[in-house]
């Protein structure tokens, strides 16, 4: 059973910065795919950054450029910089991953989830 764990979520005003973190409980980190959704209220859940076994990133349109997702399988962790962040960001962010999939952008090809990290940015 994969555990994953988030971190770093809070209260932040527009244009400042926040640093999520998922600690993965698997002994095979290194070959998920992991990846951040994000749901707002009244919302459905939506893609946000994922990167591969390999180190290949993605990005949702609206967060390219101020979001950086990495990972370090060494200490079986996944983070996500958010700089520059605007009040539609506000969401609860989920940290998802999945030993299979290349449908990165879908959130039901994700086997295993975190609790979720409340984000929010003040105008």
């Known amino acids: 059973q994969v555990q994953l764990v988030e971190s770093g979520g809070g209260l932040v005003q527009a244009g400042g910065s926040l640093r999520l973190s998922c600690a993965a409980s698997?002994?095979?980190?290194?070959?998920?795919?992991m990846a951040w959704f994000r749901q707002a209220p009244g919302k459905e859940r939506e893609f946000v950054s994922a990167v591969t076994w390999s180190g290949g990133t993605f990005y949702t349109v609206s967060v390219k450029g101020r979001f950086t997702i990495s990972r370090d399988n060494a200490k079986n962790t996944m983070s996500l910089q958010m700089n520059s962040l605007k009040p539609e960001d506000t969401a609860v962010y989920y940290c998802?991953?999945?030993?299979?999939?290349?449908?990165?952008?879908?959130?039901?090809?994700?086997?295993?989830w975190g609790q979720g990290s409340q984000v929010t940015v003040s105008s």
């Open positions: 698997v002994g095979t980190f290194g070959t998920y795919t």
């Open positions: 998802a991953a999945d030993p299979r999939t290349s449908n990165y952008y879908y959130a039901p090809a994700y086997e295993y």
